[in-house]
């Protein structure tokens, strides 16, 4: 993604979220602050290599779940495999400073498909953060190692060292627009077959 793009979608998120009313109740639904107890929301996103929905639920001031299932398309930069995934996104809250949020993170996640195409990943450790850069909107990073045992052709246990960039924009204190990049190298523990993630994905968050 060239420059130009990336500062024409950083103007139009910080547009948005400017629209957003001022008084809006603290929450995100990718980065670092997590739903306050009692509340729940839809979260759908659509992008490469998949497509996803999630149930987020509040559970502490500090805590929040979200069960999820999808359907993949690839895995990797490749399209070859494709199946359907189920998992569990965790998110606990570390610190909270003024505009800046960080969140311990976690997914683990079953995905099964095509190719006989197993992988079990832990979704740990890893952890999530966001700075709100105007009102509404938020600059969104993370960190994640998540050890996956995968059976393709035959069993593996990779490492992928994954960074997350994105921004969330809250159009009101109930829709929230976002986009979130996740990317980074993946390596093989037998010393071979490294190759690089990535997961391009945009979507909304619809608090109920």
Not at 154 to 164: E, R, W
Not at 186 to 207: C, E, H, I, P, Y
Request: glycine share 12%; proline share 5%.
């Amino acid at each position: 993604m060239s420059p130009h793009v990336l500062r024409l979608c950083l103007m139009v998120f910080i547009a948005l979220g400017a629209l957003a009313s001022r008084d809006v109740h603290a929450y995100t639904f990718q980065g670092g602050e997590p739903l306050s107890p009692g509340n729940k929301g839809l979260r759908i996103a659509v992008g490469f290599p998949e497509v996803e929905a999630a149930w987020v639920m509040g559970q502490t001031s500090q805590f929040d779940m979200a069960p999820k299932v999808g359907f993949f398309y690839g895995y990797g930069l490749s399209t070859g495999r494709a199946g359907m995934k189920a998992g569990c996104d965790f998110r606990y809250r570390l610190m909270k400073r003024d505009h800046f949020n960080l969140s311990f993170f976690a997914d683990p996640t079953l995905m099964f498909g095509s190719k006989d195409t197993f992988i079990l990943s832990s979704g740990l450790p890893g952890v999530r953060a966001d700075y709100e850069v105007a009102p509404g909107t938020r600059i969104i990073g993370g960190l994640q190692l998540p050890i996956q045992f995968v059976h393709t052709d035959a069993f593996q246990i990779y490492i992928p060292v994954l960074l997350d960039a994105g921004m969330e924009a809250k159009m009101n204190d109930q829709l929230s627009l976002f986009v979130d990049v996740v990317f980074g190298p993946t390596m093989n523990t037998k010393g071979s077959d490294t190759f690089l993630n990535l997961r391009a994905m945009v979507g909304l968050g619809w608090k109920i």
